[in-house]
């Protein structure tokens, strides 16, 4: 009975010292901060226990915070955090200000640098369901990412229907890695890599292909890439890139509305001038976005028949208006606009032919 | 016998157990009274006017409002908004109809006024509004009645104008302004109808009649005025009367300059002009 006693007494004392003593350190990255915008963001975040340590990419710029919500600090910021196993996020808000900002917890996955190295020259491609938060229902969008050397890749953004390519982008960037726990994290990024770019973690690596993992809208997104053995065809390339990575403001949120500066009537006529024909009745909405420069590329397509039901109109047809509207300059842009926009046409078929052009 | 009894009771307990689940699944919030459901379905309909409204978070929250009330009509149109404004008009359509039929079903008309002017404005479905403003009055019984800020005939009237049944366009405004002598309301004070009457009767080629309502629109303190000195200008030049044109066109620019013009959040208005529109007619002269 007395070596039981004492044999329990030994376990719980020994349970209880490895339990003062642990020390937990879990990695989280940045996944965006206004979470409805989508920013992009540039942190991580190591958690210590209750305690929580912020590093960009220059690990030397260090601040901490304690894992707690505080009602008001020195600044007049009231601090809100909610911390689960795969996600931190933060509210700060004053009368005069409100910012949230959401860590995921990072893949467990390691790689070397040297294996990393590996990608170095080759093409991957990836299929997205939409791009730069464009809405997109119909279009087959590819990415191919062409890693050029260690500090620069070409990304092309394919636009197919129906096998057909309607359109093609391509846009040079900056590429940045950090290598942190093994982990490795690479950005995309123009100028310098600053706050509002973002982390992409490798989690997969093979001889054929690979995978990213990044965050928008509440969810973990999983990009995998895999080999190119040749370069993807391209139709009418474009360069065009967007100023910002988050969600584009919509054209009504400026007074006036972002439109087509000579209005609808000359842009029907623009537009339809040799437009081929296709069969039956119904809409096509196509969806692109409005870059600060007032560039048009990122495009999206929807098809409704007269019950607003999914349809299918001539490729053809589609991909002479989305060349048309990639060649339009003419928007009402605000003189010192900073943001990218999203902007719809929608295209009324009657009879086969477009018969009118909104909103 | 004992052995059949052990497997049939298995079978219900098995079959009872699936039941709950499915039904946790349709309805989670089925414990919660009724009062308990509205007020937690406005607390998420108040979080989603929190956040940009074509976000994926307003989607979330608009969505956890429409799982604690199902059959909410105002919050299941209110969500269709944000698709609609983003321009996906496939699950845009999908809630308004669903919305609409939950709404005639109880004999109200909010939701089908909303579809009329979304017909009209948003999708160009001409047959669509004329159908719909036709089954508010007939529901409502109120020929006057209003379609999301503007009279359902007005509505009606401009979708016949769209659909080039000009006649048909001027008997609906004529029957409006009936309607609004008979509420007390001047119809001259209802700009829109006034200028797509003017237009209507252009259409016809009744010059005469359209200048007279854009003209009495002229005078009028608070009309749109570069549309109406632009079509003014028009009807001269048909008339070979260069100089008023030109002073009609002159104007219209001056006008259009200081944005005294149509000029609607999200949507170009029919017969709506531009600077181009101007300077080709003034070059024309």
Redo the contacts between chains.
């Keep these: 009975m007395i070596k039981t006693l004492i044999l329990f007494l030994s376990l719980f004392s020994a349970t209880f010292c490895w339990a003062q003593t642990k020390t937990e350190t879990d990695l989280y990255v940045a996944g965006y901060r206004n979470?409805?915008?989508?920013t992009a963001y540039l942190q991580f975040i190591k958690k210590n226990n209750d305690s929580l340590y912020f590093f960009s990419n220059d690990e030397s710029r260090y601040n901490a915070m304690s894992l707690h919500s505080f009602e008001k600090d020195t600044l007049d910021l009231k601090i809100k955090s909610i911390a689960t196993d795969s996600k931190i996020a933060l509210y700060y808000t004053s009368d005069e200000y409100k910012q949230d900002y959401h860590y995921f917890k990072v893949e467990n996955a390691e790689f070397t640098i040297d294996q990393v190295r590996e990608i170095k020259g080759k093409r991957y491609t990836t299929e997205l369901d939409k791009v730069s938060m464009i809405?997109n229902?119909d279009l087959k969008i590819q990415r191919e990412i062409y890693f050029l050397d260690s500090s620069n890749v070409e990304i092309t953004h394919t636009y197919t229907l129906n096998n057909t390519i309607l359109f093609t982008e391509k846009e040079i960037k900056n590429i940045a890695f950090q290598l942190l726990d093994n982990k490795v994290f690479f950005s995309f990024y123009d100028g310098e890599l600053n706050l509002n770019n973002r982390w992409y973690q490798l989690t997969n690596l093979q001889k054929d292909k690979f995978s990213f993992v990044h965050y928008a809208?509440?969810?973990k997104i999983v990009d995998v890439y895999t080999l190119n053995s040749s370069k993807n065809p391209e139709i009418n390339t474009s360069n065009f890139k967007m100023c910002w990575d988050n969600?584009p403001k919509?054209y009504?949120n400026f007074?006036?509305?972002i439109?087509y500066?000579?209005?609808?009537?000359?842009l029907l006529k623009r537009l339809i001038k040799d437009a081929p024909t296709t069969k039956g009745n119904g809409?096509i909405?196509i969806?692109f976005a409005i870059n600060c420069e007032g560039k048009v590329g990122r495009f999206g397509l929807?098809q409704?028949d007269?019950k607003?039901?999914?349809a299918s109109y001539d490729p053809k047809l589609i991909k002479h208006l989305i060349q048309g509207i990639s060649k339009i300059t003419e928007w009402n842009l605000p003189e010192k606009i900073q943001t990218d926009t999203?902007r719809?046409l929608?295209f009324?078929i009657t009879n086969g032919k477009i018969t009118?052009v909104?909103? | 016998m004992a052995l059949k009894k052990f497997f049939l009771y298995n079978i219900l307990i098995f079959i009872g157990f699936c039941h709950s689940s499915y039904s946790q699944e349709l309805n989670p919030f089925e414990n919660l009274s009724k009062e308990e459901r509205i007020k937690l379905a406005d607390k998420y309909h108040d979080l989603s006017q929190t956040?940009?409204?074509?976000?994926?978070?307003?989607r979330?929250y608009k969505d956890s409002a429409l799982l604690v009330v199902p059959d909410h009509v105002e919050y299941m149109q209110r969500a269709s908004y944000s698709y609609k404004?983003?321009?996906?008009?496939?699950k845009a359509?999908?809630m308004l109809?669903k919305a609409v039929a939950i709404d005639t079903a109880n004999g109200s008309t909010a939701a089908l006024e909303y579809k009329a002017w979304s017909m009209l404005?948003?999708?160009?479905?001409y047959e669509s509004t004329i159908k719909d403003v036709d089954k508010v009055i007939e529901i409502s019984k109120i020929p006057y009645n209003g379609c999301h800020g503007e009279s359902c005939l007005l509505l009606k009237a401009q979708a016949y104008y769209q659909l080039s049944e000009y006649k048909k366009a001027i008997e609906t405004f004529d029957y409006l302004f009936t309607l609004l002598k008979e509420q007390g309301v001047n119809p001259k004070d209802d700009f829109l109808a006034n200028f797509y009457l003017a237009r209507s009767y252009f259409k016809l080629n009744d010059l005469d009649k359209s200048l007279f309502y854009l003209q009495e629109q002229l005078s009028m303190p608070y009309s749109v005025k570069a549309e109406l000195n632009f079509y003014a200008g028009q009807i001269y030049i048909l008339k070979n009367d260069t100089e008023k044109a030109k002073q009609h066109f002159l104007k219209a620019k001056e006008l259009y300059l200081q944005n005294d013009k149509m000029?609607e959040?999200?949507?170009?208005r029919f017969d709506?002009?531009?600077?181009?529109?101007i300077n080709l007619e003034i070059s024309k002269l």
Excluded at chain 1, 261 to 266: D, I
Excluded at chain 2, 272 to 277: A, L, Q, R
């Design positions: 979470e409805d915008f989508n809405p229902r809208e509440t969810k969600r919509e009504y007074d006036p509305d439109s500066t000579h209005g609808n009537n000359a809409f909405t969806h929807e409704m007269t607003y039901q999914s999203h719809f929608m009324k009118e909104w909103p | 956040v940009y409204q074509t976000s994926q978070m307003h979330i404004k983003a321009g996906e008009h496939i359509m999908e109809n404005y948003y999708y160009r479905d000029n959040p999200y949507i170009e709506e002009i531009f600077m181009n529109d």
